[in-house]
């Protein structure tokens, strides 16, 4: 099977839900010296928006999502062995969370799925972070970035506190926001160094940009 063809049949396996079908695809694609980068980016990330978008169109139940992602999150564990492991390889660091009261983390992993890709290095803090804790880790590991993702926008007191944290702890660290609560005027609101849009290729990209790196 060409390695094209392998790679989307981890894209499919994902959107099937199946756990066990995403190791055998992703196992198969690697053994096969498929790119891990192409793996994540159009296998697995693939997969699991486009199981995301059907969740945002009704199509599928939040249970559905949370499988996608396990069946993700079982097929990154085998491609992160293939990736850059060693802290000084990595191009950049990022903290990264969702902030106190917002629960959901589907877009985040993904988000971490891809800023893995991308060469950082991801300290993920999880959901419903303080906003304390995501300056206390960015002084901790010197982070380059502080991400957060949200889509309560009940929330966005919490994230414009990280926001104004960061500033008034004169951390270097910039912050990027993303998610269907934020948008490029909600950023400029809330005292944020970049929004990172609704998907989480431009989110990686605008890191990327916000940093210098490529």
């Given at each position: ?18 756990v066990p079908d995403t190791e055998k695809s992703t196992r198969d694609a690697l053994e096969s010296g498929a ?180």
């Amino acid at each position: 099977m060409p390695s094209n063809e392998k790679i989307t049949a981890i894209r499919n396996a994902v959107v099937a839900l199946s756990v066990p079908d995403t190791e055998k695809s992703t196992r198969d694609a690697l053994e096969s010296g498929a790119d891990p980068y192409e793996i994540i980016e159009d296998g697995l990330a693939a997969g699991l928006t486009e199981v995301g978008d059907k969740w945002f169109r009704k199509e599928l139940f939040i249970s559905h999502v949370l499988v996608a992602a396990k069946a993700v999150s079982a097929g990154q564990e085998l491609v992160e062995k293939k990736l850059v492991g060693k802290k000084h390889q990595y191009k950049a660091s990022i903290v990264l969370g969702t902030p106190k009261g917002d629960l959901h983390d589907i877009g985040k992993n993904l988000v971490a799925l891809m800023l893995k890709a991308g060469g950082f290095e991801v300290f993920d803090l999880g959901v419903d972070v303080d906003p304390q804790t995501f300056i206390e880790k960015a002084k901790e590991v010197d982070a380059d970035l502080i991400g957060m993702s949200l889509i309560m926008s009940v929330c966005l007191d919490q994230m414009e506190a990280v926001c104004h944290l960061a500033k008034e702890n004169g951390l270097r660290a910039k912050t990027i926001i993303g998610g269907p609560a934020t948008s490029d005027k909600v950023a400029g609101e809330i005292g944020a160094d970049a929004y990172g849009g609704f998907d989480a290729v431009t989110g990686v990209k605008t890191a990327k940009e916000l940093i210098g790196i490529s």
